[in-house]
C-alpha cells in the first residue's frame, strides 16, 4: 500500500485548504485512516482518523468543529477538510493507514500503529 497526500500550502488565517491522500493497493477498503501533523520541535499528533468504513471518525480537541475528515472508496481516497485555520494549524501533515477492522480508538489511544504512512505535506497559516 503506497500513500500520497497532497493539498498543503500557505493560506491565511481563516482560510481553508483540503488536504488529499491518495492510496494504492487492494487493502485500502478496509483500512483504517488518520492523519497526524508535526509542527517544528512538537511531537506528531493525531489530528483525525476514520474508520474502515467510514462510520466511525475522530477528531483531536484542537481541530475539532474546523477539520472533516472523509473517505471515497470508488476512488481509494482519504481528504482533510480544514476551515477557519488558525497559525497553530502550521505542520506537516501525513496521511496514515492500516488493514484493520479495529475501532479507531486503539488507533487514537496508541494501542495500534498505522502500518502504512505518506510522505508529508506542508501547511502554513499566516496570522
Known amino acids: 500500500v503506497q500513500l500520497q497526500a497532497s493539498g498543503g500550502g500557505l493560506v491565511q488565517a481563516g482560510g481553508s485548504l483540503r488536504l488529499s491522500c491518495a492510496t494504492s493497493?487492494?487493502?485500502?477498503?478496509?483500512?483504517?485512516m488518520g492523519w497526524f501533523r508535526q509542527a517544528p520541535g512538537n511531537e506528531r499528533e493525531v489530528v483525525a482518523a476514520?474508520?474502515?468504513?467510514?462510520?466511525?471518525?475522530y477528531y483531536s480537541d484542537s481541530v475539532k468543529g474546523r477539520f472533516t475528515i472523509s473517505r471515497d472508496s470508488a476512488k481509494n481516497m482519504v481528504y482533510l477538510q480544514m476551515n477557519s485555520l488558525e497559525p497553530e494549524d502550521t505542520a506537516v501533515y501525513y496521511c496514515?493507514?492500516?488493514?484493520?477492522?479495529?475501532?479507531?480508538?486503539?488507533?487514537?489511544?496508541?494501542?495500534?500503529?498505522?502500518?502504512?504512512w505518506g510522505q508529508g505535506t506542508q501547511v502554513t497559516v499566516s496570522s
Open positions: 496514515a493507514g492500516d488493514p484493520s477492522y479495529y475501532s479507531i480508538s486503539n488507533y487514537v489511544s496508541g494501542r495500534k500503529q498505522f502500518k502504512y
Open positions: 493497493g487492494r487493502t485500502f477498503s478496509n483500512s483504517a
Open positions: 476514520i474508520s474502515w468504513s467510514g462510520r466511525s471518525t
